[in-house]
């Protein structure tokens, strides 16, 4: 046990996200003065202040005067005295973002006392492989105007780093608001920082993201490839066993209800018209019968991706929905055993927060998905990988291919 790099003092503070909700941040400074901070959205309605005063008076006690090189048995402790704590606030949940941020802050700090960037530290001396990134192109989900699902975003393909994928995202991104604008459409954006076009349907969004594509000097079938979330969870109706497309139905004065094997043919549909990479949150989580089918059908087509690695040749990882980093790291090694690509994400409450892309890096993770190319909660994570590929110099991510 090294004693100079033992917790000495925590702090937690009340802080705000991207979009003005409450945030906590945890600090952590160890007994050679190396210190380590973190920020993570808090989970739900809980009070931000109270999310800090929990960090101080009940999870602080967990892990002071521990060794943070030991992450493991920091996620331990922390996720044993939240268990610990009363039930109504684990049920409300209390804690959760509290246990995250001082799990990250730890990282960070043990990072920092052993002299090392937080990706060395996550990942050890090998240079990382960069991750593609994911970028959001057009918004739509439950609370903004667009589509129905959740984003449309682009992969770029076949570009010699990760310096040129994210700039040609950034191209594709200001061509789409300048057409989309030309063509009567605010450009106001969504959660992912996507615009949240008032289009009719998903085809026409893609039809403006493939002509923004090919107006940026790419080409479609060689340069990018479209991701789908799908925001299936959020469509299905269990009691009538469909999916609801209402911004759809609204816009073309016609009821769009989909069941399971529509839903499945709409994917079809689209991949025949479109280059489709990868699609996540395709059907409704419990459906294991519909997701099944969906992966045999189009798992040499194009990558489905879910977080629970279920029919699925990719995993969806978020830092908020792992818990931990131990929790998050433990989910890759899974991934990496049953062969599946790995995507790290952003939760949909963000800070700028960059520890994402750090835990990226360190993994060799596939594909970074981090929102749109705008916006400080986005760029925060991407601008750290841009300076981690700096430092390695000429090491780009290799091609991988996306089926």
């Known amino acids: 046990m090294l004693e100079d790099l033992d917790i000495k003092l925590i702090n937690g503070r009340m802080l705000f996200d991207s979009g003005g909700n409450p945030a906590v941040e945890a600090e952590v400074i160890l007994e ?10 808090v989970f739900d309605e809980i009070n931000g202040e109270e999310e800090a005063d929990y960090i101080r008076a009940w999870l602080s006690e967990a892990i002071l005067f521990e060794d943070a090189a030991e992450q493991k048995n920091i996620d331990r402790l922390l996720i044993k005295q939240r268990e610990d704590d009363d039930a109504d606030h684990k049920e409300n949940g209390r804690g959760k973002a509290g246990v995250l941020a001082l799990s990250m802050a730890a990282a960070r700090a043990a990072g920092a006392g052993l002299g090392l ?17 994911v970028m959001s192109m057009i918004d739509g989900g439950d609370w903004v105007n667009g589509i129905d699902f959740r984003e449309i975003m682009i992969v770029p393909l076949n570009r010699g780093s990760f ?3 994210l700039r040609m995202g950034a191209e594709v991104y200001q061509t789409l608001k300048r057409l989309l604008s030309l063509n009567g459409f605010l450009t106001s954006v969504g959660e992912s920082g996507g615009f949240a076009a008032d289009v009719k349907n998903s085809e026409e969004a893609l039809h403006y993201i493939i002509d923004a594509v090919r107006l940026s000097g790419y080409d479609p079938e060689l340069d990018v490839a479209v991701a789908i979330s799908g925001n299936a969870d959020h469509l299905y109706v269990k009691e009538e066993g ?25 994917y079809l549909r689209l991949a025949d018209g479109f280059p489709i990479g990868f699609v996540t949150d395709g059907l409704w989580k419990k459906d294991l019968e519909g997701r ?39 989910m890759v090694q899974e991934a990496r055993k049953l062969g599946s690509r790995v995507i790290f994400s952003s939760s949909y ?7 994402l892309g750090d835990m990226a890096a360190a993994v060799g993770a596939d594909y970074v998905k981090c929102g749109a190319p705008c916006r400080g909660e986005s760029t925060a994570k991407y601008n750290e990988l841009l300076r981690i590929a700096e430092f390695y110099g000429k090491l780009w991510y290799d091609k991988r291919c996306l089926t």
């Open 32 to 41: 050679n003065g190396a210190q380590g901070k973190a920020t993570v959205s």
């Open 117 to 133: 960037p937080l990706y060395r530290y996550l990942g050890g001396s090998t240079a990382p492989v960069m991750p593609i990134p």
């Open 163 to 165: 310096a040129e994928g």
């Open 242 to 266: 469909i999916y609801r497309f209402n911004k759809e139905s609204l816009k073309n004065g016609i009821l769009v209800h989909r069941n399971q094997k529509d839903m499945i043919s709409y």
């Open 292 to 330: 099944n089918r969906m992966y045999q059908m189009f798992r040499h087509r194009f990558m489905i991706a879910s977080d629970d690695l279920f029919a699925s040749n990719g995993v969806e990882i978020q830092l908020k929905k792992a818990g931990t980093v131990t929790a998050a790291l433990e």
């Open 349 to 355: 409450k963000e800070t700028e927060e960059a520890f």
